[in-house]
């Protein structure tokens, strides 16, 4: 009767721990791998997994995508290569700024005629003259040229000077003609209302002159003097076509003159004559 009773016991013992011990795994909300699913943590994973898997798509999409569009730009780059590669004569008119230089003045002759005025103290003169020049290369050259005085008048100066009865000595160019060097440095091209695309240089000057002056006053005798000049200059050129060209010239001519004095006998000083001038040249050979 007693060993009935222990084992019964016993077995209630047991059976008390195991219910215990299921009870634990059944409602153990931390363990998560026995007990029930959180609907909440069931649901959320989902529309976890689902934006990643969002997030991974417009990726994905994009990729072929960017590669379509690297291979859309290599064929328009290859397209526009092969259209510049095949202008025609009218579209190379167009693109006027891609044009190479077709000008040269290597080892060619250059001749020409000048126009231009001097500025005097007292009176302005009307010059007109030739050039003649040999091009060692672009760069330098060797020019002659001769200037004649052809007409003076008076400028205003000398008009007050007259009205106030003063005395006035006068010295006017009557001719000048020398050698000079020439170096150009720059040369370019500029856009004329964007169609016409001339062609230019810059060069200087400098060279020594025979410089003939005429020096006079009221009442006293005129005197013809022959100076030596040292001249330098400035001159912007630009070429018309591939044989001719239009310069304007800036040049200083500095030299020891005389003139007449009221009393008799001379005067020396320092004589600067500024000649502006406009020049048209043409070069030969022509090239074609």
């Known amino acids: 009767m007693k060993h009935s009773k222990l084992v019964a016991l016993t077995l209630a013992f047991f059976a008390f721990v195991s219910f215990q011990v299921f009870a634990d795994d059944l409602f153990d909300l ?6 029930p699913e959180d609907p909440t943590a069931a649901e959320a994973a989902p529309a976890e997994e689902g934006e990643a898997a969002a997030a991974e798509a417009p990726q994905n999409a994009d990729a072929p995508k960017t590669a379509q569009l690297d ?11 092969k259209e510049l590669r095949d ?7 167009q693109i006027k700024v891609v044009q190479k230089k077709d000008f040269t003045k290597d080892k060619r002759f250059e001749l020409g005629i000048d126009i231009g005025f001097a500025c005097g103290d007292w009176e302005d003169l009307l010059a007109v003259g030739i050039r003649a020049a040999y091009h060692f290369n672009e760069y330098i050259a060797l020019q002659a040229r001769f200037l004649y005085g052809a007409v003076s008048w008076e400028n205003e100066t000398l008009k007050q000077a007259k ?6 000595a006068k010295s006017n160019l009557m001719l000048t003609a020398g050698a000079s ?3 150009t440095p720059f040369y370019g091209k500029l856009s004329v209302f964007g169609d016409f695309i001339p062609k230019y240089d810059l060069n200087a000057s400098v060279g020594v002159y025979y410089y003939r002056t005429v020096a006079e006053g009221e009442g006293v005798k005129k005197m013809n003097n022959n100076n030596v000049a040292f001249q330098v200059g400035f001159a912007p050129r630009i070429f018309l076509g591939k044989n ?5 010239n800036f040049d200083w001519f500095i030299m020891k003159d005389k003139r007449p ?3 008799g006998g001379s005067s020396a000083y320092l004589k600067s004559d500024f000649l502006f001038t406009i020049n048209a040249s043409m070069f030969l050979p022509f090239a074609k």
């Open 244 to 248: 001719a060209s239009l310069s304007l």
């Open 87 to 93: 202008l025609n004569v009218e579209k190379k008119k």
């Open 163 to 168: 009205e106030a009865d003063a005395y006035v």
């Open 261 to 263: 004095k009221q009393e």
């Open 181 to 183: 060097a020439v170096f």
């Open 30 to 35: 931390d363990g998560g791998a026995a007990g």
């Open 71 to 81: 291979a859309g730009a290599a064929a328009a780059d290859s397209e526009a290569e």
